[in-house]
């Protein structure tokens, strides 16, 4: 079995060596030639599945023509084969990085370039240098409030994650400010939210997670989080009934229900403090801390796992 799969993947390739070569043969009555077929070849090849053969054949364009008109399809391109199908991010960061220079003075063409460099260079865990990406997204939006919200939304996550907060709220109130559509907007709050939730501020929290839930034209999956996010706020504060049935609101809209059943089953049970959970031996609580008013560590590992 194994011998006639191997069989079968030679004879692809060798049907497609075979067609390149009758593609360079058609050179001579008038076909493509230069870098005019190593992009009809690339594309053939693409869209037959052959990424690797792609992949040779769009790198032969890019340096075979140094202004042609479709090499933002030909770095594209490469971005998603050594991602998506090589998983060599490293290598889709470098061609993404040689890209953005290249349309450094083309902001319309350079922003989804500027965005998608970020993404990699988050899942990289390299947040650094993500908001330095996104922070040229705000540079190249022109205006475009859309965009403007998209970036922001991206680095107040990862600002947040770095621990710094107050950055990450800036932005994002500056997001809910500027955004338009209903679904960027509650989306913004909800981030915002999920800040304040992180630094114990629950009173500004709760206010910004009703105010979703009252939202008319909010996306239900923002309404859902927002509600499992406010039963936290609740349950911290001790008002188990309010938390209680807010979770069970969300039975049949949970994308996990053995969630909500766990939580449930647990509500109310929690005793150790954020403030405790992070401390390394040795340390003592910090002094300003008011143990009874911070809500659990199990909490904090909720919100997170609910996104």
């Not at 049907?15 to 077929?37: E, H």
Request: glycine fraction near 4%; hydrophobic fraction near 40%; aromatic fraction near 6%.
């Amino acid at each position: 079995m194994i011998a006639r799969s191997s069989r079968l993947r030679a004879l692809a390739r060798a049907l497609v060596l075979a067609a390149f070569v009758l593609a360079a043969a058609a050179c001579d009555r008038g076909a493509p030639t230069g870098p005019a077929l190593d992009l009809a070849l690339a594309r053939d090849a693409y869209a037959g599945g052959y990424f690797l053969e792609a992949e040779t054949a769009y790198e032969r364009y890019l340096q075979a023509d140094p202004q042609g008109r479709h090499r933002l399809e030909a770095w594209s391109r490469l971005v998603e084969i050594s991602s998506g199908v090589k998983g060599d991010p490293d290598k889709a960061v470098t061609l993404l990085e040689t890209a953005t220079l290249e349309y450094n003075n083309r902001p319309e063409i350079n922003w989804p370039l500027l965005f998608r460099l970020g993404e990699l260079y988050e899942q990289q865990g390299q947040r650094k240098k993500a908001v330095e990406a996104w922070g040229r997204c705000l540079d190249t939006a022109a205006g475009d409030a859309a965009k403007t919200v998209q970036a922001q939304l991206r680095m107040a996550v990862a600002d947040r994650a770095m621990g710094k907060h107050d950055l990450a709220v800036d932005l994002l109130t500056q997001a809910i400010t500027l955004a338009r559509d209903p679904e960027a907007k509650s989306r913004a709050m909800y981030e915002l939210a999920q800040t304040y939730a992180v630094t114990w501020n629950w009173a500004k929290a709760k206010a910004i997670l009703e105010d979703i839930l009252n939202m008319d034209k909010a996306p239900q999956d923002t309404k859902t989080m927002s509600a499992f996010l406010l039963a936290d706020a609740y349950e911290s504060e001790r008002n188990i009934p309010k938390a209680r049935e807010l979770l069970t609101s969300l039975k049949d809209t949970y994308p996990n229900p053995e969630v909500i059943v766990a939580r449930l089953a647990t509500l109310g049970h929690h005793n150790e403090s954020p403030a405790v959970a992070h401390l390394q031996p040795g340390d003592g609580p910090p002094p300003d801390a008011d143990m009874d008013k911070l809500p659990s560590a199990d909490l904090k590992r909720r919100r997170v796992s609910a996104k």
